[in-house]
Nanobody, 124 residues
Framework: QVPLVESGGGSVQVGGSLRLSCAAA?????????VGWFRQAPGKEREFVAAISRSGGMTSYADSVKDRFIISKDDARETVYLQMNSLKPEDTAVYFCAADPRPSARMTKKYDFWGQGTQVTVSS
């Protein structure tokens, strides 16, 4: 198990920004895991948002957030961030981070470990 804790969610107006954090449990080397962000809006299926490779050198994004969101990692702090800019009402959802030791996870979007989620609400 890799306990993950998300934070940084909240309410923001259209066009605003938020930075989400995903922290791994103490003693876990995040450098050994692919980390992804997903979101789920009410009544909708969970969808992929962004992912970062174990080294941090490769990232991938959903088309809907490309050029607005940035995923990054700080291995020293065992934390992965999702910087969300130019937020839209359709970005409103519960955001989850996920981790997996397999390098393929970034492309397959299959992760073994999940956090509990943090709510992001964007209002106009």
């Amino acid at each position: 198990q890799v306990p993950l804790v998300e934070s940084g969610g909240g309410s923001v107006q259209v066009g605003g920004s938020l930075r989400l954090s995903c922290a791994a449990a103490s003693g876990r080397a995040f450098s050994n895991y692919v980390v992804g962000w997903f979101r789920q809006a009410p009544g909708k299926e969970r969808e992929f948002v962004a992912a970062i490779s174990r080294s941090g050198g490769m990232t991938s994004y959903a088309d809907s957030v490309k050029d607005r969101f940035i995923i990054s990692k700080d291995d020293a702090r065992e934390t992965v961030y999702l910087q969300m800019n130019s937020l839209k009402p359709e970005d409103t959802a519960v955001y989850f981070c996920a981790a997996d030791p397999r390098p393929s996870a970034r492309m397959t979007k299959k992760y073994d470990f999940w956090g509990q989620g943090t709510q992001v609400t964007v209002s106009s």
